[in-house]
Every structure is written in structure tokens, then in C-alpha cells.
């Protein structure tokens, strides 16, 4: 009897094993059969990075939010936790203050020039309960590096909760702090969630129609860093690390990590369907045979070096990423080099989602200096962003103030062939360039 036990214990290990990865697997399907978008859905694996937040960890108990047109006080209460760091009438994340002096040199000196030095882009739908923490540090961090060389982009997505109203009343403050550069569209027609297969083309065009004013004045805007942010949970001092990186490491773009928990006990790597290593895989595998998720906390399972460096919390080179929040040189999409836009479909290219196609135009155009930012840990709900802080660390808790020869990158060219998954089940092998040309 008593040689029985251990094998019961090793049956009760594996069950374990099993149930979690079935768990996984499940929160996955349900995610995706219940979204309004079934059509793309089932054609797609998770997740397409837009996720609806969900009730947030209240800071003030008693406070409670509730989806639905707002009565004009409301949204003036809105618009002022948004501009006041400091008010405490929504629920938000909570954010450190950052480190200013590793981040002074950010400040552009006064000059007499009307070049725009960071611009700020957005696309947001049905978020009204993440947007003072989500716009309120993006405030302060024009308000940290100057409005007077900041620029914003809001693209708003045919909400059905009070996002576009709350975005209504903050337009006439953001383009008194940013003189007249508050690019707000809050009446466009473009539904991702109509059309059955036309999900990424759709997301496309709003990615291009944020980026529309660099285009049109393409002096100001040539030389700048473009910030484009999901529907997450940040803090000030995520952003200036994300810019702080793209100058430091002198690369094109780089990315934050982006995390779900799905009823898991430990943080998901989120935005596995766009990122891609610099071997061309996965950011953790997903077994074609079984989609199983078992392996999602094994980042950069098949690359050592990037593996390592990921864990020390140094900038990883990779293939594509988008994680949340970007940093990236404006200068190939004022060039009109490059753009968000769908798959080739015509010309047989592997089925994948915009931020993926727009790494993969970087690198053919030259810009392939990519990195991902372990420092820079994101959530979709104010609720998973305090404990994404909590399990991840804050941005400050991993960085000094000071600029080390570690933290550099040896920039590598990109990988001969790339992962190709249109679906979990659905995993090819094809060069990083198929399709395009000069």
C-alpha cells in the first residue's frame, strides 16, 4: 500500500495539469464564441488585442460605474479625473510617480521649430471605465514633456457605453493644452465588427485614420516618436519608458508586454497571435495538435539569448510585436512607406493581424530594429493592471536611473522563415518577406 502513494500523488499532479491547461484552453473558446464578431471569431485564434474591460478594482468602494449615455455632471466629472492626476472619483489603477531624472532628457530644449516631437495615437471603443487612468497618464506625459512638442490622435470606434461622449468634453480642454493639435474623430463609420473576414482590413483603417495627421503635415511630424496605445491600463511612467527605450536603444519600435489572467491564478502573455521572436516563432508554443496554452509561461522558450535578457528585465530583440503600447519612428509613415493594412490575400500571404504586417513592412523597409521592453507590463482592466503591477513589477521597480551597456541591443538581421498561424490549429513556416518586393 504504501508504494501506491506517490504514483496517486504523480495521478493527482497531472490532473492538475491537465484541468489547467483545459481551463485555459476553454477561456480561450468562450472568449471568442461570446465576442459580437463571431464570424471573424471562429476564424481567428485569441486574442485580437481589443479586449472590453471589464468591472475594475475600485479605489473608492462605494464608487460604482455604470455603461450608458451620462448626464452632463457625469461627464464633466469625467473630464476632470482624466485632467487631474490626483482625483480619486473613478476607479484607475494606481501609478508611481516616475523617476524624472532618467527621464529629463526626454524634454525637448526650447527652439524656435514647429517639429512635433511625440505624438500620441489612440483608437478606442467601449472603454469609458479605463479612460482616466488610460488618458489621464497619457495627459501627464504631455504635460512631462511638453505640450508644446506633443501632438494626440483620438480615433473613437461606435461605442455603445459613454466613451464618445466622455470624449466629447475632453476635446476642447486637450486642444487648449495642446494648441490646436487634438485630433479627435468621434463620428467615423468603421466597424470592425461587421463584414466576415474584413475584422483586421477594418482595424486597419482605424490604425491608419489615428496616424492621418502625420501624413498631412509631413514636416512637423517627420522626425517624431509615434506613442500608439491600446485600451490598457498604464501609467505615466510606462510611457516614458517605452520612448526612453526607442531613443536609448536607438530602435524603430518597441513594445510593452501585455497580460490577461482568464481565471488563472498567473498572468497570460496576451498578444501571442501578433508577436513573433527572432527566430520567427511564438512567443511560448502552442502545440497545433492540441491549442493548449500549458506552455504560456514559458516566454522565449526556443531562444536562449532572448530568454536570458528577458528575465534579467533588459530590451529583447524580436520580429513583431504590439503588446499593449508602442513607441516607433514616424519617420517610414510620413514617408508613406509604411501603413497598417490587411493581408495579401491575392498573392497567398499568411492570414495575420495589422501590427504584425506593419513589423513585417518595418523590416522590409529598412526599420527592423524591433525590441520588446520586459519592464513595461500591461493590462486591459484597471483590475488586472494592479495586479499585473503587483505580479510584474512597475516600471521603476526594474530600472535605474542611468543608461547601462547591458541594456543595449547587437541588432540582428531578421529570421529567414517566420510562424505562420491563421489559426491555433493552423501553423506553417514561411519567409519572413514572402509577398513583398521593392
Not at 472590453?52 to 455603461?67: C, R
Not at 490626483?86 to 521649430?113: E, H, V
Not at 520612448?243 to 498572468?267: A, F, I, K, N, T
Amino acid at each position: 500500500m504504501p508504494a501506491a502513494r506517490p504514483l496517486k500523488m504523480t495521478s493527482h499532479r497531472t490532473f492538475r495539469t491537465i484541468l489547467l491547461s483545459s481551463c485555459l484552453v476553454l477561456f480561450v473558446f468562450v472568449f471568442y464564441l461570446f465576442r459580437p464578431d463571431a464570424n471573424v471569431a471562429s476564424q481567428q485564434p485569441f486574442p485580437p488585442h481589443d479586449v472590453t474591460t471589464n468591472a475594475p478594482l475600485l479605489e473608492n468602494p462605494h464608487e460604482t460605474l455604470t455603461p450608458g449615455n451620462l448626464a452632463l455632471a457625469d461627464t464633466n466629472r469625467y473630464v476632470q479625473a482624466i485632467l487631474q492626476p490626483n482625483d480619486t472619483s473613478f476607479p484607475k489603477l494606481i501609478c508611481l510617480p516616475p523617476d524624472a531624472a532618467r527621464y529629463q532628457y526626454l524634454k525637448p530644449s526650447a527652439s524656435i521649430t514647429s517639429e512635433i516631437k511625440y505624438f500620441f495615437a489612440l483608437n478606442l471603443r467601449e472603454c469609458v471605465q479605463l479612460l482616466p487612468r488610460l488618458l489621464g497618464s497619457i495627459v501627464e506625459a504631455i504635460r512631462f514633456l511638453g505640450p508644446e512638442h506633443c501632438a494626440l490622435s483620438i480615433v473613437e470606434g461606435n461605442s455603445a457605453d459613454s466613451t464618445a461622449e466622455v470624449l466629447a468634453a475632453l476635446q476642447p480642454e486637450m486642444d487648449r493644452l495642446l494648441a490646436g493639435r487634438a485630433h479627435f474623430e468621434l463620428s467615423n463609420t468603421i466597424n470592425p465588427l461587421e463584414g466576415e473576414g474584413r475584422r483586421f482590413s477594418k482595424l486597419a483603417e482605424l490604425r491608419n485614420l489615428a496616424l492621418r495627421p502625420l501624413r498631412e503635415d509631413r514636416d512637423r511630424y517627420h522626425n517624431a516618436t509615434v506613442v500608439f496605445i491600446n485600451d490598457v491600463a498604464i501609467c505615466m511612467e510606462d510611457i516614458l519608458e517605452l520612448v526612453h527605450q526607442r531613443l536609448l536603444l536607438q530602435s524603430d519600435m518597441v513594445c510593452g508586454m501585455d497580460w490577461v489572467y482568464g481565471g488563472s491564478e498567473q498572468p497570460i502573455f496576451y498578444d501571442s497571435y501578433i508577436s513573433r521572436t527572432l527566430v520567427g516563432d511564438l512567443f511560448f508554443n502552442i502545440p497545433p495538435e492540441t491549442a493548449s496554452y500549458s506552455f504560456a509561461p514559458d516566454l522565449f522558450w526556443n531562444d536562449a539569448i532572448s530568454r536570458a535578457r528577458f528575465h534579467a528585465h533588459l530590451p529583447v530583440q524580436v520580429f513583431s510585436c504590439w503588446n499593449g503600447a508602442v513607441a516607433f519612428t514616424a519617420t517610414p509613415v510620413v514617408d508613406g512607406k509604411v501603413a497598417f493594412r490587411a493581408t495579401f490575400d491575392d498573392k497567398g500571404e499568411c492570414f495575420q493581424a495589422e501590427p504584425q504586417l506593419f513589423c513585417k513592412d518595418m523590416w522590409f523597409q529598412g526599420h527592423g530594429k524591433i525590441a520588446v521592453v520586459p519592464s513595461v507590463n500591461l493590462a486591459y482592466t484597471n483590475d488586472d493592471g494592479q495586479r499585473i503591477k503587483k505580479d510584474k513589477g512597475y516600471t521603476s521597480h526594474w530600472v535605474n536611473a542611468g543608461a547601462s551597456s547591458a541594456d543595449l541591443i547587437e541588432w540582428q538581421p531578421p529570421p529567414d522563415r517566420v510562424k505562420c498561424m491563421p489559426t491555433f490549429t493552423d501553423q506553417t513556416w514561411r519567409p519572413w518577406n514572402e509577398t513583398l518586393s521593392i
